[in-house]
């Protein structure tokens, strides 16, 4: 008991080791405390010459034309379009890849398939631009002759594909660590494998599925490449897949080319959109941060 009533340890690398530990845990918030104050400065600027009103309901988007309108509603629509066609893609694979790593793949398969979508998930997303455009496109010209070239139908289906390991993975690490104890109660009443699969052990770990879709959305809204090379840079107030879009990802590629001058309110348009990029994806991770601590089923 004498030994539980000591202070803690005060060796120097002790010391050290906790300094160090701090210092490195708080470049992450220090990151993003400098992302927020690089933005909220040219953001200011750019509402003290465009009204939040029309920022947010007005609907076009031409902060390079001779009349500009800077209503961000199309940018959000593409973005939310593709997104959208994303996870009806990489949803129910996801979460099917979730449950046959979990509960029906042996144990020397599981590492396989998980290492190999490691290694899926490390593709650079410029290929799977190029694949939407120069394969996948073409095919659905094929079956819809009247689909742009580019579109974010094309963007959205291998962006689907491009996600499925943030489902699968997070998915299978959350049904995993549902205990063993549980499944063994659910044999024992007489429940077949894909009964404990659906029925005890996904909505055991649903608030880890929830965290696991609500992150690849995220990552979804937040991509690139995919979506500037294959979706095209065309502001349309549109939900039709057939037309050319653009994303607010996209927008800030081509206005990140430096064509607009410095000081423009077209130059601040470029933080504004960042900024509201920024916060999308933060509010999705506070969600997804809320939904894993409101959710989790504890176990003793």
């Known amino acids: 008991m004498e030994i539980l009533k000591q202070r803690p ?3 120097p690398k002790e010391v050290l080791t906790f300094v160090l530990l701090v210092s490195l845990s708080s470049v992450t918030l220090l990151t993003t405390l400098g992302v927020i104050l690089s933005l909220v ?4 600027q750019f509402f003290r010459r465009v ?3 029309e920022f947010l309901l007005a609907p076009e988007w031409t902060p390079l034309f001779a009349e500009p309108r800077y209503g961000i509603a199309p940018l959000i629509a593409g ?3 593709v997104t959208a066609i994303a996870l009806l893609v990489a949803i129910p694979l996801g979460l099917s890849l979730a449950i046959y790593l979990a509960e029906y793949a042996s144990g020397s398969t599981r590492p396989r398939i998980k290492g190999t979508l490691e290694l899926f998930e490390g593709i650079p997303t410029v290929v799977f631009g190029y694949f939407a455009l ?3 496109t073409p095919l659905l010209q094929w079956a819809i002759p009247d689909l742009n070239i580019f579109n974010p139908l094309s963007a959205g289906l291998v962006m689907g594909f491009a996600i499925i390991p943030y489902v699968s993975n997070v998915a299978a690490d959350a049904m995993e ?3 063993r104890s549980i499944r063994e109660a659910a044999y024992a009443l007489g429940a077949r494998p894909y009964e404990v699969a659906l029925r005890v052990v996904f909505p055991a770990a649903i608030s880890g599925i929830i965290a696991a879709i609500i992150l690849a959305t995220s990552r979804a809204i937040g991509e690139t490449m995919i979506v500037a090379i294959a979706a095209g840079q065309r502001p349309t107030l549109t939900l039709d897949p057939r037309e050319t879009i653009a994303t607010m990802t996209s927008y800030i590629v081509q ?6 001058p410095t000081g423009s309110t077209a130059f601040y348009a470029l933080f504004a959109v960042g900024f509201t990029l920024f916060l999308l994806t933060l509010l999705l991770n506070i969600l997804a941060q809320w939904v894993v601590e409101r959710y989790r089923e504890r176990y003793e």
Request: no cysteine; net charge negative.
């Open 255 to 260: 206005a990140a080319t430096g064509d607009q």
């Open 9 to 11: 340890s005060r060796n």
């Open 177 to 179: 660590s549902v205990p």
């Open 134 to 136: 120069l394969f996948v």
């Open 51 to 53: 009204p939040l009103l």
């Open 41 to 44: 400065g040219d953001v200011v």
């Open 79 to 81: 973005t939310f379009l």
